[in-house]
């Protein structure tokens, strides 16, 4: 890469105006990419995508488009089901979430879901916790566990 040249992100706005200025504004690609400080080739591009698909062609950073957001919550509802239909009763399953927590399966009704340093601090305290539990066990209430 040249000196002074660096790798720049555009926004959804500053592509469709862009793309606008060929479109709509009657200026060639030439022209509209040289005024705006961008390759030909990339505004040949972005008018492609627009083209193509003008509602979902500039997908903001962490947003997928439609489609691929449904297709992504689809695999996910259909590794849970994969994951409840082999869990035996009584058998954990830990995942990772889409914002980056780990859900434990399999403890009652809902996960148990935390960040990693949550869990972390659980553990570190493990012994603390059970003789918490200990010395509070008779007014604990206790759920029956489920058998392997």
Known sequence: MEEGKRHRK???QFKEEAVRLVTEGGRTVAEAAHGLGIHENLLHTWKRKYKEDPAGSFPEKGHLKP???EFRKLQKENANLKAKAT???GELTITVGKKG???VY???RFP???YASQFTRLLDN???IRAFITENDAVLAHKAQATA
Do not use: A, Y
Request: glycine share 20%; net charge negative; proline share 5%.
């Open 126 to 128: 493990g012994e603390r």
């Open 87 to 89: 869990r035996q009763p």
């Open 10 to 12: 555009h926004d959804r």
């Open 67 to 69: 489609q691929d957001e």
């Open 112 to 114: 148990v879901t935390l």
């Open 101 to 103: 927590g780990i859900s």
């Open 106 to 108: 399999g403890l009652g």
